[in-house]
């Protein structure tokens, strides 16, 4: 698929915005929602003034249920979505406006719209995703933390999905370092989960870096909508390092759509004697790339000097020596 010309103007208007928030509802996937837009002009405005009927007749391949959703969204009254979005500082970021990353454009599933607290960077383009086991090890935190911060002196965003254990360590390991990083939830913008990350949440955001969901403001977070969340991590970054995960973690998913998208993917290995490494051991067998220091990824990306903090020494034995499991 060829990416998307994106425009000079923002297509989401304050004039349109609640149109948007009202298409937003619909839960549409996203090549559907392009399906159904392209036969309305591209405006959920005209969508919603000719109404249901004019939906049938253009567009017969949705479900019932996606009719009658369309009919709840069309009466329902959005002004209090409205102003939660405003409470939270939240925007929309249309898939064809200039701020949109061109790394998401490329894919074809990429979300029409992103829900966003904070903002989106063109440095964001040097992404890395660091994901990993809900319920990690101390092992697994404190690598998620040390490569996080270490790969933050590079300039580098950290992207994950703000969830518990390697992801919340993730996230905060880049703040403390006064880095930037990227939670994409699966949640709506004004659901906090896990809820005891609110305060992260709001420390990513007032750091410089952006909470973004392609969900609407009340979406709950049910169990599917986190591995469809799973390929905006990997879309994002150039690649995506997994700390710790068993063979059935949802880091597993990041790291096959990281490969289904052409990213790169890494992994730590870890004891053998536990499960909690067995999900990095099969990638590795499969053919991840084996990381024991940040520089493993630097020099596989071919971003170390490119983004090496001025003055800084980088030499891999420095690198083994800050390790965290051999100095604690």
Not at 237 to 248: A, M, N, Q, R, T
Not at 275 to 282: D, E, P, S, Y
Request: proline share 6%; net charge negative; aromatic share 6%.
């Amino acid at each position: 698929m060829g990416m998307d010309i994106q425009t000079t103007q923002p297509v989401v208007t304050e004039a349109n915005l609640t149109e948007w928030l009202r298409f937003s509802y619909l839960e549409l996937n996203p090549q559907k929602c392009r399906s159904v837009l392209s036969r309305f002009g591209d405006s959920p405005v005209q969508l919603f003034e000719e109404g249901v009927g004019a939906l049938r007749a253009r567009c017969p391949d949705l479900t019932e249920r996606q009719y009658t959703r369309f009919s709840e969204a069309s009466t329902r009254d959005f002004d209090k979505d409205l102003l939660t979005l405003t409470r939270l500082g939240g925007t929309l970021l249309h898939h064809k406006d200039a701020d949109y990353p061109s790394s998401l454009s490329q894919l074809p599933d990429s979300p029409v719209i992103l829900f966003l607290r904070g903002k989106l960077s063109q440095d964001d383009r040097f992404s890395i995703a660091i994901v990993g086991s809900r319920r990690a090890s101390a092992y697994g935190l404190s690598l998620a933390a040390h490569f996080s911060r270490e790969l933050c002196k590079h300039k580098l965003t950290i992207v994950s999905g703000g969830a518990r254990g390697v992801d919340t360590r993730a996230h905060a390991g880049a703040v403390e370092a006064g880095g930037r990083t990227i939670a994409f939830i699966g949640s709506g913008l004004d659901v906090t989960y896990p809820a005891e990350n609110k305060k992260l949440f709001e420390q990513i955001v007032e750091s410089g870096g952006a909470i973004a969901t392609e969900y609407p403001i009340g979406a709950r977070p049910e169990p599917w909508r986190f591995p469809a969340r799973n390929r905006l991590i990997s879309g994002l970054s150039l690649g995506v390092l997994v700390v710790e995960s068993p063979v059935d973690s949802g880091s597993m998913i990041t790291a096959r759509e990281a490969g289904d998208q052409g990213r790169e993917v890494f992994a730590i290995p870890g004891p053998i004697d536990t499960g909690r490494n067995a999900g990095c051991h099969k990638l590795i067998q499969d053919g991840a790339k084996l990381v024991q220091v940040p520089e493993d990824i630097l020099d596989e990306l071919g971003v170390l000097t490119l983004r090496a903090p001025e003055g800084s020494e980088t030499p891999r034995a420095a690198a083994v020596r800050d390790l965290p499991f051999l100095i604690c």
